[in-house]
């Protein structure tokens, strides 16, 4: 029977899981907003982008699920005894202390393994990119037109005495109008 893991140690594993579980809750709700507003898109040209920003969001998902997975087993006892055993076969020839492949023990358990690292680094750098990319389209979506009157915005006239006699009040000459579909 193996001793328990330290507080610090089951902290460290929940926390690292939390933040996984952040990230893709994130991530999905950015992708199901995005669908959301796809029919708002028809006339902008940029949905190259847009494709490139789903597609790290669902990298940093399914990195994010690796990761988890990753976390899982690392607790789980079976795999910590399959470890053991096979460190055991490995190192009956080898005679230098220095070169034998060491126990894990609760006290080394560690968040930090490489392929958690690896799968959370994607992760968030995944996450990172697509959150910048998506506050980068947003923007460019404010300030250019749509391309579904070629860029150019349609001027309205007033169509009858009161509208003009509104708009005189208004102290207002031109309505400017961008048209969408």
Same mark, same amino acid.
């Given at each position: 029977?193996?001793?328990?893991?330290?507080?610090?140690?089951?902290?460290?594993?929940?926390?690292?899981?939390?933040?996984?579980?952040?990230?893709? $809750?994130?991530?999905?709700?950015?992708?199901?907003?995005?669908?959301?507003?796809?029919?708002?898109?028809?006339?902008?040209?940029?949905?190259? $982008?847009?494709?490139?920003?789903?597609?790290?969001?669902?990298?940093?998902?399914?990195?994010?699920?690796?990761?988890?997975?990753?976390? $899982?087993?690392?607790?789980?006892?079976?795999?910590?005894?399959?470890?053991?055993?096979?460190?055991?076969?490995?190192?009956?020839?080898?005679?230098?202390?220095?070169?034998?492949?060491?126990?894990?023990?609760?006290?080394?358990?560690?968040?930090?393994?490489?392929?958690?690292?690896?799968?959370?680094?994607?992760?968030?750098?995944?996450?990172?990119?697509?959150?910048?990319? $998506?506050?980068?389209?947003?923007?460019?979506?404010?300030?250019?037109?749509?391309?579904?009157?070629?860029?150019?915005?349609?001027?309205?006239?007033?169509?009858?005495?009161?509208?003009?006699?509104?708009?005189?009040?208004?102290?207002?000459?031109?309505?400017?109008?961008?048209?969408?579909?």
């Amino acid at each position: 029977m193996m001793p328990e893991m330290q507080e610090h140690q089951k902290k460290a594993f929940d926390f690292a899981a939390d933040l996984i579980k952040q990230i893709i $809750t994130l991530s999905v709700a950015v992708i199901t907003l995005g669908i959301g507003g796809m029919d708002k898109l028809n006339g902008y040209d940029n949905r190259g $982008t847009l494709k490139l920003i789903f597609i790290l969001y669902v990298v940093a998902i399914i990195f994010g699920i690796f990761a988890l997975m990753n976390l $899982t087993g690392a607790l789980d006892i079976r795999t910590i005894n399959t470890f053991n055993e096979n460190a055991d076969k490995r190192n009956s020839g080898i005679s230098d202390p220095r070169k034998k492949i060491p126990h894990v023990v609760p006290e080394t358990l560690s968040i930090y393994s490489r392929v958690v690292r690896w799968c959370s680094v994607i992760q968030v750098l995944s996450f990172g990119a697509a959150i910048i990319m $998506t506050c980068s389209f947003a923007f460019s979506m404010l300030d250019s037109p749509s391309k579904a009157n070629d860029g150019k915005m349609v001027v309205l006239q007033s169509l009858n005495a009161r509208d003009s006699a509104l708009m005189k009040q208004m102290k207002i000459d031109t309505i400017y109008y961008r048209i969408a579909k």
